[in-house]
């Protein structure tokens, strides 16, 4: 098997029918779990091309999952990721990604999602956000990454910001990154098995195992930004002015999203338990 990515095609109802089987039942029981709050769907484009940038969660996965299907069902928009390479190298893991119709992530894929009217997604804090180290639940961590903000801008695409809580506290940080590699030894391993340190992390979810804790999810989809603005000029200036505006709206949305989650009575799983059962015993009655 090669680690290559096949070449950038259209996703079809037929290839999300076929991902809706292989992963349906598991997305739904987790979605159910979660109970997940969507807010500002008015802001999310029917029609692409499109850029989505938002924060990445604790194991990245958990609420992504939860939040492509979800807007799915709302507007009909299934969002395709531009993924780490990493993703294509793991067996089965890699069928998933390739199934769901992600690329890898350089700017030729980028483009040719642009050139079919894709909505793409991008998280710019990349594998640095899903492994984070303590006190960094919903912060963003994105470095001096500008890529997006330059592709963004040569294409001239809308860029729809979002936001995501829950997910940070599915799991408890235990070690993160840079302490893991203060342990004799690791630094050393790391670099034989050619690891990133930011792959690296020790989370503890309910109780003492390694199951996520069912939080409930809050997304929220800001205005989108019109990059047409800069008509085409790709140069630093522009990109930062562009990734700062993202970065601010992410941010506002997670304040909102947050101060929302405090007095929202459904949060507690127990108080969100009752109507649960009563909704998988009316399902399986029918």
């Known amino acids: 098997m090669t680690d290559a990515a096949p070449p950038v095609a259209p996703f079809t109802d037929e290839d999300y029918a076929k991902l809706r089987k292989r992963l349906g039942p598991a997305i739904d029981s987790w979605t159910a ?3 997940p709050v969507f807010e500002g769907l008015e802001n999310v484009p029917l029609q692409g091309p499109a850029l989505f940038i938002g924060n990445h969660t604790l194991m990245g996965t958990l609420d992504a ?11 009909g928009v299934w969002l395709r990721g531009l993924a780490d390479n990493v993703h294509f190298k793991v067996p089965y893991w ?13 700017p030729d894929n980028f483009r040719a999602l642009m050139a079919l009217g894709a909505h793409v997604i991008v998280f710019p804090g990349g594998v640095g956000e899903v492994f984070k180290r303590k006190g960094e639940q919903y912060k963003l961590r994105w470095k001096e990454r500008l890529g997006f903000a330059r592709l963004a801008i040569e294409a001239g695409c809308p860029v729809i910001p979002f936001s995501a809580v829950g997910a940070d506290d599915s799991y408890s940080i235990l070690l993160g990154s840079d302490e893991i590699m203060k342990v004799p030894g690791v630094a050393s391993l790391t670099r034989r098995l050619g690891l990133k340190p930011d792959y690296l992390g020790l989370y503890r979810g309910l109780g003492l195992t390694a ?17 047409s603005r800069w008509h085409g000029e790709v140069n630093d200036d522009n ?6 505006e993202v970065e601010a ?7 909102l999203l947050l101060a929302q989650r405090e007095n929202d009575p459904k949060r ?8 649960l059962a009563g909704r998988l015993a009316r399902r399986l009655q029918s």
Request: charged share 30%; net charge positive.
């Open 33 to 35: 779990l979660t109970d």
């Open 268 to 275: 507690k799983f127990r108080n969100r338990l009752l109507p």
């Open 239 to 244: 990109a930062w002015a562009l990734r700062r």
């Open 65 to 75: 999952s939860v939040m492509t299907f979800g807007l799915k069902e709302r507007t």
């Open 94 to 106: 890699r069928e998933l990604f390739l199934g769901s119709g992600a690329v890898a992530g350089n």
């Open 249 to 255: 709206a992410i941010g506002d949305g997670l304040d």
């Open 211 to 227: 199951l996520p804790r069912p939080e409930r999810y809050y997304f929220r989809f800001a205005p989108a930004i019109d990059t």
